[in-house]
């Protein structure tokens, strides 16, 4: 079955920059998606098809893929953006797959 | 605005049935491809089945197939989930969401709030 690997957890400082990684064999074939979660909530979408980010979500939100790595980046953090972050796509064999999740924390 | 709720969650005995519902508002139900994802307890996300805007095409995820089915009835603005033969590795959170755009496999831009499943004797 098809893996998409995410680190666990990701520690920043209020206003630095957390990357949120997320790799998985032909992702460079793949369109990603990433949502975030925060505690009790249904998960919310911050970036779908690599880069794009949708209407609502503040421009600090972006998303880059290079090779089979895909990049969740966000920028001048604040406190609101603490959550857990999951990647996702569509593979042919396993279907719906997304990554185990990073828990951003911010210090 | 969009809106989806899901129902029809609860504690069920391992072996047991549940139909889940997700009624839906705020949007063209018929135009949208739907999908239900799973959260066990502290755990991620799982994708667990999906439908298209039509019910011409629909899929399951390897450890939900033959026991849960999913289906719609756009004329009532609803998508359910079946789920038969329930085991305890069941119980978790689950969570409909829809598709941004016109495929079935596309990114999940709005979900409900979930609702809770229980398998437990």
């Known amino acids: 079955s098809y893996v998409l690997t995410q680190s666990p957890s990701v520690s920043v400082a209020p206003g630095k920059t957390a990357d949120i990684t997320c790799g998985g064999d032909?992702?460079?074939?793949?369109?990603v998606n990433w949502y975030k979660q925060r505690p009790g909530q249904a998960p919310v979408m911050v970036i779908y098809?690599?880069?794009d980010r949708p209407s609502g979500i503040p421009e600090r939100f972006t998303g880059s893929k290079s090779g089979i790595t895909a990049t969740l980046t966000i920028n001048r953090v604040e406190a609101g953006d603490e959550a857990d972050y999951y990647c996702q796509v569509w593979d042919s064999s396993s279907l719906g797959v997304f990554g185990s999740g990073t828990r951003v924390t911010v210090l | 605005q969009v809106h989806l709720m899901e129902s029809g969650g609860g504690v069920v005995q391992p072996g047991r049935s549940l139909r889940l519902s997700c009624a839906v508002s705020g949007f063209s139900f018929n135009y949208y491809a739907m999908h239900w994802v799973r959260q066990a307890p502290g755990k991620g996300l799982e994708w667990v089945a999906g439908?298209?805007?039509?019910?011409?095409?629909?899929f399951s995820a390897d450890p939900v197939r033959g026991r849960f089915s999913i289906s719609r009835d756009n004329s009532n603005n609803t998508l359910y989930l079946q789920m038969n033969t329930l085991r305890p590795d069941d119980t978790a959170i689950y969570f409909c969401a829809r598709v941004g755009n016109i495929q079935l496999w596309g990114h999940l831009d709005s979900w409900g709030p979930g609702v809770q499943v229980t398998v437990s004797s």
């Open positions: 439908i298209s805007y039509d019910s011409s095409s629909h």
């Open positions: 032909n992702l460079e074939t793949q369109s």
């Open positions: 098809s690599d880069s």
